[in-house]
């Protein structure tokens, strides 16, 4: 008799890593399934043969949010100890040194949501639904929700999506910049791994530096920051992926990059 994996990870050959979720029916967020993607996080997180991660989920929904059958069973002390494990998750995904590229389908609310906001980007199937649902529970988002999307959509926009607690289409997600593209839901899952195919076709160095040099930057003044990009740059300097891409243009050829 076999386990069923609430989270399995491909590893492909051309550097691609996908993570699916699958604890059916929705991919609620208890503590099984938590403890599985920070197990399944911390693995990739040290992979350094990765150039970039898709995050998908198997069945009809990305992720409807937090288990709320297990969480009527826990004390207030549980909840205290619970919530931020999911927040650790989170932080687990945008810890991840090379990009990350949510596909979502169907419903992703509340921790779901949060879980696609820690991604790098994100795509949505054009039938899917997005957003945090907290406030309407009587609580709010606790696992980078207040957060990131401020800083993806706009502080009114994540206002309006956290004060309403709404679900909204893929195409209000994309109109507020929540969506990096919205694609027929057939094609989901090959358009995210197409994607992520045109990321790890580059220098996996430099792509893992620019996200550093991204990031880093943000809370930093222009002086700092431009100092950090600086500092990003001459990490590439001397590779051999540098040189191999400064050949390949040379001889007319596609580069060969090997990412060190």
Request: charged share 25%; aromatic share 4%; hydrophobic share 45%.
């Amino acid at each position: 008799m076999t386990t069923h994996e609430p989270v399995r990870v491909e590893s492909r050959a051309d550097g691609i890593r996908v993570l699916t979720i699958d604890r059916p029916p929705v991919n609620a967020l208890g503590r099984e399934l938590v403890a599985a993607l920070g197990k399944a996080l911390g693995e990739l997180r040290e992979d350094g043969g990765a150039r970039c991660l898709v995050v998908r989920s198997a069945g009809a929904h990305f992720c409807a949010g937090a288990d709320l059958k297990e969480r009527q069973g826990m004390s207030l002390d549980e909840v205290r100890a619970f919530v931020p494990k999911l927040a650790g998750v989170c932080s687990a995904i945008a810890g991840i040194p090379y990009p990350t590229v949510a596909a979502v389908r169907g419903t992703a609310a509340g921790g779901g949501c949060e879980l696609a906001l820690a991604c790098d980007l994100r795509i949505l199937a054009d039938d899917a639904k997005i957003g945090l649902r907290e406030t309407a529970l009587a609580i709010l988002p606790a696992a980078g929700g207040t957060q990131r999307l401020p800083r993806i959509a706009g502080m009114a926009r994540a206002k309006r999506w956290i004060f309403t607690a709404g679900l909204f289409t893929a195409e209000e997600a994309r109109a507020d910049g929540v969506a990096d593209a919205v694609v027929a839901k057939d094609k989901l899952d090959d358009e995210a791994v197409a994607l992520a195919s045109a990321i790890a076709a580059n220098g996996p160095v430099a792509i893992r530096l620019a996200k550093k040099a991204i990031e880093g930057g943000w809370d930093l003044s222009m002086d700092e920051a431009l100092a950090l990009e600086w500092q990003c740059y001459e990490g590439v300097l001397g590779t051999s992926d540098r040189e191999e891409a400064l050949a390949a243009f040379a001889e007319k050829r596609a580069p060969r990059f090997v990412g060190r």
